[in-house]
């Protein structure tokens, strides 16, 4: 069993920061991406972030966030800078790896989502 504990969401006013927590539990054999995706009211769920051996990030937040990884905690971090009312939403950790009882079936996980609320 692996599980995604997702933390460090909550309200800011607009040009404020955050920075949100992931990490995996459990029977975790390997990670090969970790990412952060988002879900806003009346919209489709998009990809913000995400780091492997590169990384990427959503024109929208391109310089304002900062995703990184700590290897050995098997946590994966996204530092939210000057945000934007337009940045509330939902966030969703997301990993792509293995479990110990199924370590060469990579599948997807998902954190249980943590609210980003952004004040004018």
């Known amino acids: 069993q692996v599980q995604l ?3 460090g969401g909550g309200s800011v006013q607009a040009g404020g920061s955050l920075r949100l927590s992931c990490a995996a539990f459990g029977s975790i054999f390997a990670i ?3 990412g952060w995706y988002r879900q806003a009211p009346g919209k489709q769920r998009e990809l913000v972030a995400r780091i492997s051996g590169s990384t990427y990030y959503a024109d929208s937040v391109k310089g304002r966030y900062t995703i990184s990884r700590d290897n ?3 946590t994966v971090y996204l530092q939210m800078n000057s945000l934007k009312p337009e940045d509330t939403a939902v966030y969703y950790c997301n990993v792509v ?3 110990r009882s199924s370590p060469f079936v990579p ?3 998902w954190g249980q ?3 980003v609320t ?3």
């Open 5 to 7: 504990v997702e933390s």
């Open 32 to 34: 090969n991406a970790m």
């Open 72 to 74: 050995a905690k098997n």
């Open 97 to 99: 790896g293995t479990s």
């Open 107 to 109: 599948r997807e996980y």
């Open 113 to 115: 989502g943590t609210q």
């Open 118 to 120: 952004v004040s004018s």
